[in-house]
């Protein structure tokens, strides 16, 4: 069946420009996951769905960064004003259930973002 | 603040091998811990997950520990092949009201050499 689906596979934007990187779940997972991953770090986490609703987005790291779900499907991550130091893997993960998370997350390719 | 350290940060071996990799975290107060594997330019895909309450799993050729007391984890892999060259991250999730959220380590690039 179908996985996780993220586009596009990469971005390259200038300095100041916005960008929307977009992903689709698989279907009938409720919970989403943002995660960036920047050269040489772990994983961050930025921001946890549950069906529509956004109970956790303590990860954003400035109000630059944005994120909505609509239809308990796809999600889009918005950054505005792009600097260079957003640059990073964008991974988008679902599951079938947020809380007592039991099972494991299936990611995305994930969206290479480059802001030179 | 939870942290997971991984190590070694690389490893090279021969076909056949059998290995071990390490995985460490802060707070013992954890839900569960997941090992992933990450081929280059791809995303992640989950190998193997642990709860809590469990001291091992295994699937194939791939067997994972969790001493939570300690805060370790290893993931062991017999019999190597080159396809197993991949960087390898080990995440835990948090406990509590918490617990979809993980921390990963910054991973074990491994290389097997035919």
């Known amino acids: 069946g179908a996985g996780v689906s993220q586009s596009p596979s990469n971005k390259v934007t200038e300095k100041g420009k916005d960008v929307e990187l977009r992903c689709d779940p698989i279907?009938?997972?409720?919970?989403l996951y943002w995660y960036r991953q920047r050269l040489g770090q772990g994983l961050e986490f930025l921001i946890y769905?549950?069906?529509?609703?956004?109970?956790?987005k303590s990860g954003l790291p400035s109000d630059r960064f944005s994120a909505e779900r609509t239809g308990e499907s796809v999600s889009t991550l918005t950054i505005q004003r792009t600097q260079q130091e957003d640059s990073a893997v964008y991974l988008c993960?679902?599951?079938?259930?947020?809380?007592?998370?039991?099972?494991?997350?299936?990611f995305g390719n994930g969206t290479r973002l480059t802001v030179t | 603040k939870q942290e997971v350290t991984q190590i070694p940060a690389a490893l090279s071996v021969p076909e056949g091998e059998n290995l071990v990799l390490n995985c460490s975290f802060t707070?013992?107060?954890?839900?569960?811990l997941q090992w992933f594997r990450q081929d280059p330019g791809k995303g992640l895909t989950s190998l193997l997950l642990i709860q809590s309450s469990q001291r091992e799993q295994t699937s194939g050729r791939l067997n994972a520990s969790l001493d939570k007391s300690s805060g370790r984890s290893t993931l062991y892999i017999a019999a190597s092949q080159p396809g197993d060259s991949a960087t390898y991250l080990c995440a835990v999730s948090g406990s509590g009201g918490s617990n979809y959220k993980l921390t990963f380590g910054k991973g074990t690039l491994l290389t097997v050499n035919p």
């Open positions: 707070d013992s107060a954890i839900y569960n």
């Open positions: 769905f549950q069906g529509n609703s956004a109970p956790d």
């Open positions: 993960a679902s599951s079938p259930q947020g809380r007592q998370l039991g099972t494991p997350l299936h």
């Open positions: 279907s009938g997972h409720t919970a």
